[in-house]
């Protein structure tokens, strides 16, 4: 499988950071909340009405919005949870 | 417990030692680490929860700040705010490395989080690089098993250099041990040291990423137990995306009768006392007083004191429930929930939280958007919680309720108040969201699902009766007193009449209050209302208690009806929010204007809202 947006992780799926494109504060709010190139990450739900991600990194969970989750460039695993 | 490497480190690059003549003999330490990792519980276990607000050199927000005897040490312990990254943006950050840049420490306590150690060694490796005596302490070790991770403090100590223990802050296993080493540390440096310029100190990005590797290799072990924890089972029913906002606001109603049903009681119960030490033991003491002085301490003062004791239940088991909601964990839930909804309004759901925080008190919200780094969503936000229906006015409105309306509508009539406070905070949001556009990004984390010990909640709910018994009573003894002289000034005539100087301003009022059935007495109320809304319900007290025969219930009921009621009441909950929350409107906004503007906009709503109703209402035959 190929690259991807975080944000169109499909559910159940896990998949591997390899990129933070984005300003440099939010690049370092998201280091400091264990988002790192190379660590695994799984998007648990999806709010409706284009409401934010739940997301699993390492062993810390964390809501964001979609727009944010674009920055994040992730390659999915072949293997699902 | 570990052995403890050497800290004695000297002063990196030999800036001057700052003046600690002033403090000899006193040592310095500083508490540090990310949000949300148990700082405040160590901070409060480690001194007794007996901290004060201090000033530093070089920081302008207020930091706690406790003495303590560590064996037979005095020490000064600094809580510093919950950072991220030492080299972050958010002013907290800025805040922290202020205070290391400019106050020597003796001893950096570092506490974080063990079951999230793979991220948030980040920050005790930036330490690390300061060269600053430290220790570390992982925290909620309790939690750990629970989420399949295993620690290896003696690694960890090895890598970073420093004294590494893990420990349950909240309910004390290692605690004991936490404590011996840091009257250890503490005991073996004498001198204490300032970081250097802390931007300086951070190594590249890479070497930084591969020593964290290391690290976490030796020293951080984890299981897969953490998909399948309680908190994950719970998330699916509370985050569900049809069940989800309903369960909120079931849960939100269910404490709001909680509060209502404990504190209604509880409220007349001590109203009762009061009325009767007033009776038994003031008035005869008193009775040899000339009656103006007489009438001015029991309706004054005592009728003022009076006010601020029928505050105190509704306060207390308020925040007793606060404080299970806060430390649960889900009010960064009800951010997923309503982020979507908040989007469309221009906020989001970190603003939704702190409207909820301002329903117990409006300042600590406002001051907890510090956390955002937009100034809009920040100016957005302080416009919006004022609407929030805080502790203060749910008083008031639990006492008129009652006193106007029918044991079965009371309950009815105080959620339609909370609906009123929702919809003027979403009309507000909405009206503005144009002048205050943003785009700031939305990052929060989701904690397990945490319940609070006992003491944790009573501590709070002592802390909140406390702070309000030291600061709000000034306020409300001040107004009622002031309410009473305006009431019986002049004395040639009947208090409160035409004549009085209650009178004159109520009259002078009317053209503007009249029309939503505001009365000249009621006005003057108002008017003292805008320092702090519990003086509106001791206003109200000396307003009506002029005749003793059927409680002041009674005697407001006999003289407005129930439109009259709601109306005054839809005026104290959207009108002005006090001088408290305006001064920190103004002090977060660093904008007088802006202060000006939130209270402009708060009256005139409330001034449309309670014309439109009480215009409708007449209008309907009411
Ligand atoms: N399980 C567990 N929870 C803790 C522990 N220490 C703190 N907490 C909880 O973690 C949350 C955050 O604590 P707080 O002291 O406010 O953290 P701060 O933001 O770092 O000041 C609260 O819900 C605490 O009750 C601990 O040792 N174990
Ligand atoms: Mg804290």
Redesign the interface.
């Known amino acids: 499988m190929s690259l991807a947006e975080l944000s169109t992780l499909p559910l159940g799926t896990t998949a591997s950071i390899l990129g933070i494109t984005t300003e440099t504060?939010?690049e370092?709010?998201?280091?400091?909340?264990?988002f790192?190139v190379g660590k695994q990450i799984a998007v648990?739900?999806k709010?409706?009405?284009?409401?934010?991600l739940?997301v699993?990194?390492?062993?810390?969970?964390?809501?964001?919005?979609r727009?944010?989750a674009r920055s994040i460039q992730v390659q999915p695993d072949l293997i699902g949870? | 417990m570990t052995n403890s490497v050497s800290c004695n480190k000297c002063n990196p690059d030999g800036s001057p030692l700052l003046d600690v003549v002033s403090t000899a003999g006193l040592k310095q330490i500083a508490v540090l680490g990310m949000p949300n990792t148990g700082k405040s519980t160590f901070f409060n276990r480690f001194t007794g929860a007996n901290a004060s607000i201090g000033n530093w050199p070089g920081i302008t927000v207020d930091l706690l700040v406790a003495k303590i005897k560590l064996g037979q040490q005095e020490t000064q312990v600094v809580d510093l705010p919950g950072i991220y990254d030492l080299r972050g943006f958010s002013e907290d950050e800025e805040v922290v490395r202020r205070f290391l840049e400019s106050n020597p420490v003796h001893l950096v306590i570092i506490i974080l989080n063990a079951t999230q150690l793979d991220r948030q060694i980040s920050l005790a490796l930036q330490v690390k690089h300061l060269n600053l005596p430290a220790l570390l302490l992982l925290n909620m070790a309790d939690e750990a098993p629970k989420f399949g991770v295993k620690i290896e403090p003696e690694q960890i100590s090895r890598h970073l250099g420093m004294p590494v223990l893990s420990m349950s802050a909240k309910y004390g296993q290692g605690y004991a041990q936490a404590r011996n080493l840091i009257a250890l540390e503490l005991s073996r440096q004498s001198e204490p040291i300032l970081a250097g310029k802390i931007d300086k100190n951070v190594v590249s990005e890479a070497e930084f990423a591969a020593e964290m590797g290391a690290l976490l290799q030796d020293g951080f072990l984890v299981s897969d137990a953490f998909k399948n924890t309680l908190t994950t089972k719970l998330d699916r029913v509370l985050l569900h995306p049809v069940f989800g906002l309903p369960i909120f606001f079931g849960l939100m109603y269910l404490m709001f009768q909680t509060v209502y049903t404990v504190g209604k009681p509880l409220q007349d119960w001590l109203n009762l006392l009061v009325e009767w030490f007033k009776t038994t033991a003031i008035e005869p003491l008193l009775s040899f007083l000339p009656k103006f002085p007489h009438d001015l301490l029991i309706d004054g003062v005592y009728g003022g004191m009076a006010t601020v004791a029928a505050f105190l239940p509704v306060i207390w088991i308020f925040f007793i429930c606060m404080a299970i909601v806060e430390d649960s964990g889900y009010l960064s839930r009800s951010a997923y929930l309503m982020d979507a909804f908040m989007e469309r309004l221009g906020l989001d759901g970190r603003s939704f939280v702190m409207s909820l925080m301002g329903f117990g008190c409006n300042v600590p919200a406002i001051m907890g958007l510090r956390v955002m780094r937009s100034p809009a969503l920040r100016l957005l936000s302080m416009l919006v919680i004022p609407f929030s229906l805080c502790s203060a006015r749910l008083n008031v409105f639990i006492f008129m309720t009652t006193a106007l309306f029918s044991a079965s509508v009371a309950p009815l009539v105080l959620f339609s108040l909370y609906l009123f406070s929702f919809a003027a905070a979403i009309l507000t949001a909405f009206i503005f969201k144009g002048k205050y556009p943003n785009q700031e990004p939305l990052i929060l984390e989701l904690p397990p699902y945490r319940f609070p010990t006992i003491k944790q909640m009573l501590l709070r709910a002592w802390g909140e009766t406390r702070h309000f018994l030291r600061f709000a009573w000034k306020f409300i003894i001040f107004g009622v007193v002031a309410i009473w002289l305006c009431n019986n000034f002049p004395t040639n005539v009947e208090p409160a009449s035409a004549g009085t100087i209650s009178g004159t301003i109520g009259q002078a009022l009317q053209p503007i209050l009249g029309p939503i059935g505001i009365n000249p007495k009621l006005s003057v109320a108002l008017i003292f209302g805008f320092i702090a809304k519990e003086i509106v319900l001791g206003g109200l007290a000396v307003i009506y208690a002029t005749k003793q025969d059927a409680g002041l219930a009674g005697a407001i009921a006999r003289e407005i009806d129930w439109v009259q009621a709601y109306s005054f009441m839809l005026f104290t909950l959207l009108y002005v929010p006090c001088l408290s929350t305006v001064a920190v409107i103004k002090a977060e906004s660093k904008s007088m204007k802006f202060a000006l503007l939130g209270v402009f906009w708060s009256l005139a709503l409330a001034w449309v809202a309670s014309f439109v109703f009480y215009q409708g209402a007449r209008a309907l035959g009411f």
């Open positions: 504060v939010l370092q709010r998201l280091q400091a909340l264990g790192r648990i739900r709010a409706w009405l284009g409401g934010p739940h699993r990194i390492g062993t810390t969970e964390v809501i964001m919005r727009c944010d949870v």
